[in-house]
């Protein structure tokens, strides 16, 4: 296969096996081109992207605008903060207003589930969602197993356990998605108040107890307690939730195998990872940050390829 299925990327949920195996094969492609002296390609000359960011971002915002550097693309940015929105435009004619400057792909950031799907209804433009509130964060998903399958050669039969805020991560359920998609077997593993009612339709395991999650794994990726999405107090306080379900050094060593530590950042160090183990030979957390330009280099170039160009 040498196109994607989908026009738009919204969430994994809605990608094929195949769309997976694709991204990973061009993001490889990509990879290389990044390490060479000149890192930089023709593939986007003639395409414009708007990145449009209605929610705080370092990593994604860095990483989708470098990628589009790299595949020579026209570039423009958003942030809401310095924004019309402030004077209380829509988010419809807030992109509208951008699409009439003749942008072909948009690459957006919102704190509401749903939003880049209803700009795909909406706008002529490739849609890529960089996180959606609660729901789906695909490029982190992709990244974060192009980085595992880099690491171990082969997704099917890993075992992965995700740790943390389950209830308020955009990045678990793409991860769990994108896993179960490639045939990893995975498990979710944090305070009951943070793993949601729905878990069991997703067909993850579930645990409370940190060390029986990682004796289990063969990748422990590691969430941010999401404070500024939590509404109510889900953990008596961050110092009970650090010892029941930080990763410490200690525990790491007393492993009887060597696991993978995986984080998509942003780290509270001392909270769900110390620092020697964030920075530690296990950790893969800055290869998952250099993956992120690579995978999404190929996202955009396969959405890319779907354009209809006037001739
Ligand atoms: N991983 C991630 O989405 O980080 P940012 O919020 O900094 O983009």
């Not at 993001?27 to 890192?39: G, L, S, T, Y």
């Not at 940190?210 to 999405?229: F, H």
């Not at 953990?235 to 029941?244: D, K, N, Q, T, V």
């Not at 007393?254 to 001392?270: A, F, Q, T, Y």
Request: charged share 25%; net charge negative; proline share 4%.
């Amino acid at each position: 296969m040498s196109s994607l299925s989908v026009d738009h990327l919204i969430g994994i949920k809605h990608l094929q096996r195949s769309d997976i195996e694709l991204i990973y094969k061009t993001a490889e492609n990509f990879k290389d081109v990044i390490n060479r002296p000149i890192k930089k390609v023709p593939s986007l000359r003639d395409i414009t992207i708007a990145n449009l960011f209605f929610e705080n971002s370092t990593r994604t915002k860095l990483s989708f605008e470098l990628a589009e550097k790299r595949l020579s693309a026209d570039v423009i940015n958003f942030s809401s903060g310095s924004s019309s929105v402030k004077k209380g435009e829509t988010l419809i004619d807030t992109v509208n207003n951008i699409l009439a400057m003749k942008v072909d792909m948009v690459v957006m950031r919102h704190p509401n589930p749903g939003a880049p799907y209803f700009l795909s209804q909406h706008v002529d433009a490739k849609i890529v969602n960089a996180g959606d509130g609660t729901h789906e964060h695909p490029t982190q998903a992709l990244l974060d197993t192009f980085s595992i399958r880099e690491k171990l050669g082969d997704l099917e039969g890993k075992k992965v356990v995700i740790v943390g805020d389950i209830l308020h991560s955009r990045v678990a359920l793409s991860n769990i998605y994108c896993l179960q998609k490639m045939g990893a077997e995975v498990m979710v593993c944090g305070p009951a108040t943070l793993i949601p009612k729905y878990i069991n339709e997703l067909g993850v395991k579930v645990s409370h107890n940190l060390r029986e999650a990682l004796n289990w794994c063969d990748v422990a990726n590691m969430l941010r307690i999401q404070l500024e999405r939590q509404d109510m107090a889900y953990f008596p306080s961050l110092r009970e939730y650090s010892m029941m379900f930080g990763l410490t050094k200690e525990i790491l060593d007393s492993l009887d195998k060597e696991i993978i530590v995986m984080h998509p950042g942003p780290i509270n160090r001392g909270v769900e990872i110390t620092s020697d183990v964030a920075d530690s030979g296990q950790s893969i957390i800055l290869e998952q940050v250099e993956n992120g330009v690579a995978v999404r280099m190929a996202v955009l170039y396969l959405l890319a390829g779907k354009i209809e160009r006037e001739s």
